[in-house]
């Protein structure tokens, strides 16, 4: 048998209870799987199984994370990549970000780089078509990462300043900017100190575009008719704009 097609085999068997050594079972669904791929790649699968007891270091429950992330996980360990199908194809911002989050949990190094560049360039193209999905993402970003000038933060504040006028449209954005004040730091931080926010939302408080100026003395943002400084980090471009 040629290498190719030892690999090919191994392959086809990384799910199939044939030859398997390894169980995860995770909620009703049971991965079957090779020690010998899982383990080496995962230092947290690898401790936990360690600290079974002896007559169960071949089976390890997962009950706190989400199976469709879990077998996508388990099939990057076999290949190198895992699968986003036509009716899953809407929600691929969410799809890496979730292989994201779990890469990071399960030290996983490859895959936490590989999901991070999947991520960076399907925002590159987002369309409106995108933007529930997007929304959805940028929830369990700031929901995970806590960290101002993390990674997947700061990705997506450029992508969300980018499409402010899309994301205004959806419903649940505006909840979202108001209940995440994080949200709201990072995109009017990533405002130029003359930038101007989407005008149909500024006329509501002159009846026409206003700019406003970031003032380094009080940590405020002044609107230049009216001189509010209605609190940090964007909060008076906030009460005009909403």
């Known amino acids: 048998m040629s290498p190719q097609s ?3 085999n191994i392959s086809k068997a990384f799910l199939s209870p044939e030859y398997s050594d390894l169980r995860v079972r ?3 669904e049971v991965f079957y799987l090779h020690k010998i791929f899982v383990l080496k790649q995962s230092k947290p699968l690898a401790d936990k199984l360690r600290n079974m007891p002896g007559g ?6 997962l009950e706190d994370d989400d199976p469709p992330n ?3 996980m388990f099939e990057f360990m076999d290949r190198q990549s895992y699968t986003i199908t036509d009716c899953d194809y809407p929600w691929r911002c969410t799809i890496h970000t979730n292989l994201y989050v779990v890469g990071n949990k399960y030290q ?8 991070r560049q999947a991520y960076r360039s399907t925002i590159a193209g987002l369309t409106p078509q995108d933007s529930p999905s997007f929304l959805a993402t940028v929830e369990l970003i ?7 000038e993390h990674e997947m933060r700061v990705i997506s504040k450029r992508a969300m300043s980018d499409n402010l006028n899309n994301l205004w449209a959806l419903p649940g954005w505006k909840a979202l900017w108001r209940n995440t004040p994080e949200i709201a730091a990072d995109v009017l ?4 100190i003359d930038a101007r926010l ?3 939302f500024l006329r509501r408080a002159h009846g026409h575009t206003q700019r406003f100026n970031f003032n380094n003395t009080t940590n405020e943002w002044d609107c230049l008719v009216c001189n509010a400084s209605n609190g940090r980090l964007g909060h008076g471009i906030l009460l005009h704009a909403l």
Not at 56 to 61: F, G, K, N
Not at 189 to 192: K, L, R, S, V
């Open 26 to 28: 995770c909620a009703k």
């Open 56 to 61: 169960l270091r071949w089976e390890i429950s």
């Open 142 to 148: 700031y929901r995970n990462f806590k960290e101002p």
């Open 70 to 72: 879990l077998r996508r």
């Open 189 to 192: 931080g990533d405002i130029t």
């Open 6 to 8: 030892l690999r090919e």
């Open 108 to 115: 996983m190094e490859h895959l936490v780089n590989h999901s």
């Open 198 to 200: 989407e005008p149909r």
